[in-house]
């Protein structure tokens, strides 16, 4: 019976692997016949009433909506009007004129830029624009992508203001705050070690250190330290964007003070055309204008500023959406929220850079239109998330899995990249595998923010090799058709990170319980 519930509890996630990967289904399609799956099972099977069924499909659908699809929206909005009024371009030129040695540029522009793009926008932006700005600087469009998605895996958790992260401590009521704390924690060897392994990536083996192993230290611990402050003392939302500022700032500073450009090796040496143009420190921050504003605005609203925070908290409305029984309150935060106030932000922004409202209001549709079939994604996925919650799917699973006992902590990030794989998002992987990781940590007595955050830590790896990630990379260069190729030169490094990722969540459960968290 129990490997009965565990296998009939795992069929939503089992039909997502099986349409995704081998039927080439659409996410919004495999999403549907997940969640189908699920209402279908929950009734028929795990006894939940018609009633609370629907009603906790509603409830997916209402927290879906808001806070992640707003943020999402939001985001890609912010991005997409940067990019008609040409802010991307000028933010491109300013990276670029930094250093003409490509170990260098692949971190700037793959690491740190790409971070923070994640950060504020996720969804794909983080690989297609840094890749894109690669190769049209000279580089192997393939290899451009490889780095690009090795870059991409750490900031995942904490991308699109830090929506996975966000929902699962919201979905599992846990401290935004220690999970985010947690996260960061858990992603820390990953994160030391990425621009070292992009740099072996592009200088073909560990000889192209040379002479730049203090940068690569410097770009490491000036994203790592600064998330991780942020994420203990702000939350998940602000954590990735200020690693990668900071990582950004410390990395041209370094750079500028190591290097000297007239003595890079030639074997690295890359050919920049000089812009004829200068670079005016009033066109960049025109430029960076949306980006400092929602920055600044999301600091100021978080808990750093108490009495802001709290203010705007009080518009907010509480309603029970599930009829189920041990269902909790649905939260709306009306003001307060990411999406919202980056949506203003974004708005002022655009001002700033000249555009017209009806310049914005053409950005906003045609996001709307790109995002339609995201929206309909995270729909499903919420919805199935719910149900399988308040059925008892999870615990079946869960039942399964804390048979591992204490040595299940080795095995959990791979919950979290097979999420992410699959679906190719990370809050899909957070939404699907949260409750399950909880509960089995709940099961074997493990600490619950350090299992949890190891879905996390699967997900960066997930993210690295998930097809959708691959796709979008290779439109960006123009090689659309050779996912096979890429896939199979990822697929190394995604496998290191994962022997890494299990290493660090098996081990580091015994270091993180000194916390006493």
């Not at 009433?49 to 209402?62: K, P, Q, R």
């Not at 939302?237 to 500028?256: N, Y």
């Not at 907010?316 to 959406?321: D, G, Q, R």
């Given at each position: ?26 996410g ?20 939940l ?17 808001w ?5 999402i ?22 990276l ?11 971190i ?55 929506i ?20 960061t924690?858990?992603?820390g060897?990953l994160i ?55 990582s ?24 920049i055309?000089?812009?004829?143009e ?7 921050l025109k ?23 709290s203010?705007?908290g ?24 990411p ?53 008892g ?13 204490p ?64 796709a ?7 090689e ?12 190394p ?25």
């Amino acid at each position: 019976m129990l490997l009965i519930n565990f296998i009939l509890g795992l069929l939503p996630i089992i039909w997502l692997v099986i349409s995704l990967c081998a039927l080439k289904w659409p996410g919004y399609k495999a999403s549907l016949g997940a969640m189908l799956i699920a209402v279908i099972e929950a009734i028929a099977y795990f006894g939940l009433s018609t009633i609370d069924t629907l009603t906790s499909v509603l409830e997916g659908f209402a927290f879906a909506l808001w806070p992640i699809v707003i943020v999402i929206i939001a985001a890609v909005f912010t991005y997409n009007l940067c990019l008609s009024t040409g802010s991307i371009e000028r933010i491109k030129q300013l990276l670029t004129s930094v250093t003409s040695d490509k170990r260098l540029l692949v971190i700037l522009i793959g690491w740190c830029f790409g971070g923070f793009m994640e950060g504020m926008a996720g969804f794909g932006t983080a690989v297609a624009i840094p890749a894109s700005m690669l190769w049209g600087l000279g580089f192997n469009p393939i290899t451009a992508c490889l780095v690009c998605l090795i870059a991409n895996a750490t900031p995942t958790p904490f991308g699109s203001i830090g929506i996975p992260t966000v929902t699962l401590a919201t979905n599992l009521g846990l401290s935004n705050n220690l999970i985010s704390f947690a996260t960061t924690c858990i992603l820390g060897i990953l994160i030391m070690i990425t621009p070292f392994v992009m740099v072996m990536v592009i200088g073909k083996g560990i000889k192209a250190f040379k002479g730049i192993v203090p940068i690569l230290l410097i770009s490491g611990l000036s994203f790592l330290l600064p998330e991780m402050l942020i994420a203990y003392f702000v939350g998940a939302e602000l954590a990735c964007v200020a690693g990668s500022v900071c990582s950004l700032a410390c990395t041209i500073i370094a750079s500028i003070k190591f290097v000297d450009n007239e003595k890079i090796d030639p074997e690295y040496k890359i050919e920049i055309k000089k812009k004829s143009e200068h670079i005016e420190l009033g066109d960049t921050l025109k430029a960076l204008s949306p980006f400092i504003l929602i920055f600044v605005v999301l600091l100021c609203t978080s808990n750093l500023v108490k009495p802001v925070n709290s203010f705007l908290g009080q518009f907010a409305t509480s309603i029970k959406i599930s009829t189920f029984k041990d269902a909790a309150n649905t939260n709306f935060t009306w003001i307060n929220t990411p999406g919202v106030l980056i949506f203003l932000c974004a708005i002022i922004g655009g001002f700033i850079q000249g555009a017209t409202l009806e310049d914005m209001k053409n950005v906003f549709i045609a996001t709307i239109k790109q995002m339609a079939f995201t929206i309909l994604t995270m729909l499903f996925i919420l919805a199935t998330a719910r149900v399988m919650q308040y059925s008892g799917m999870i615990s079946a699973v869960a039942a399964v899995f804390s048979v591992f006992g204490p040595v299940y902590p080795f095995f959990a990030p791979l919950l979290g990249a097979l999420g992410t794989f699959v679906t190719g998002s990370g809050t899909s992987s957070s939404a699907l595998f949260g409750s399950v990781q909880l509960s089995t940590a709940q099961s074997i007595g493990a600490n619950p923010y350090w299992l949890v955050a190891a879905n996390s830590l699967g997900v960066a790896t997930g993210k690295m090799m998930a097809p959708q990630s691959i796709a979008i990379g290779l439109v960006a260069v123009n090689e659309t058709g050779k996912d096979g190729v890429l896939l199979k030169r990822v697929v190394p490094y995604a496998l290191l990170f994962i022997i890494i990722s299990a290493l660090v969540c098996f081990f580091g459960q015994y270091v993180w319980g000194l916390f006493g968290i």
